[in-house]
Nanobody, 119 residues
Framework: QVQLVESGGGLVQAGGSLRLSCAAS????????MGWYRQAPGKQRELVAT???????NYADSVKGRFTISRDNAKNTVYLQMNSLKPEDTAVYYC?????????????WGQGTQVTVSS
């Protein structure tokens, strides 16, 4: 089994920065694409950013120019650097990964980390 463990959430003032991390752990796996999603109260979960194993990235329009996704394949870790944070970025942020295990591709979610941006 594979686990995704997020860290780095917290409370920050508008205009501030936070860096989220998500580390995958387990045995005998290979990570394909990874990404971050978020869910605000009363809203559906939405894509924030994704990154392929080769490093190609994709961002939601609402975070382009402010957030940067990156990954360290040696550490099985994906990061989300969030700058110029706005109150509307307040949400629970979830890590997501497509992971190969024994020739089967499965999708995994982390437990979520709260990000709160005060105005």
């Amino acid at each position: 089994q594979v686990q995704l463990v997020e860290s780095g959430g917290g409370l920050v003032q508008a205009g501030g920065s936070l860096r989220l991390s998500c580390a995958a752990s387990g045995r005998s796996f290979s990570i394909n694409a990874m990404g971050w999603y978020r869910q605000a109260p009363g809203k559906q979960r939405e894509l924030v950013a994704t990154i392929t194993s080769g490093g190609s990235t994709n961002y939601a329009d609402s975070v382009k120019g402010r957030f940067t996704i990156s990954r360290d394949n040696a550490k099985n870790t994906v990061y989300l650097q969030m700058n110029s944070l706005k109150p509307e970025d307040t949400a629970v942020y979830y890590c997501n990964a497509n992971i190969w295990m024994v020739a089967i591709l499965n999708n995994y979610w982390g437990q979520g980390t709260q990000v709160t941006v005060s105005s």
